[in-house]
């Protein structure tokens, strides 16, 4: 029965919320992305990885680990806040840049997921 403890190992999270300290933003990424673990044992909250973002490799923290995206989201909310310090601050999310996603029904639409967000000082109205 030695198997029995491999086949109730939890499943490792597909998505990550990460922090690119070079520009001040996130982005929501997949594990798979990762290319190397710069600093820490292993893909996991607070390591620092070397992540594939486009075309090119970019230092990253790592700021969570889940499956769920609006769990990402949250973190990433929380994440701003305990960085920048005030909740009153407008997070912002680059649409624009970000690759078309398919909806249910079949249709393309920009920016349908969160990709890379910064945080500007202007208060929310």
Do not use: W
Not at 79 to 107: A, C, H, R, S, W
Request: one cysteine or more; a negative charge; aromatic letters at 6%.
């Amino acid at each position: 029965m030695a198997y029995c403890g491999l086949l109730h190992q939890p499943a490792k999270p597909k998505q990550m919320l990460i922090f690119f300290s070079v520009d001040q933003t996130t982005a929501v990424q997949e594990t798979t992305k990762v290319k190397h673990v710069i600093e820490g044992d292993m893909v996991q909250e607070g390591a620092t990885v070397l992540v594939e973002f486009g075309k090119e490799n970019f230092k990253a923290r790592v700021v969570k680990l889940h499956d769920d995206p609006s769990v990402l989201l949250e973190a990433e909310t929380d994440f701003l806040i305990q960085m920048f310090g005030d909740e009153n601050y407008q997070v912002t999310v680059d649409k624009e840049n970000m690759p078309p996603t398919t909806l249910p029904t079949g249709k393309e639409t920009q920016g349908n997921n969160t990709k890379a967000t910064s945080i500007s000082s202007k208060p929310k109205k």
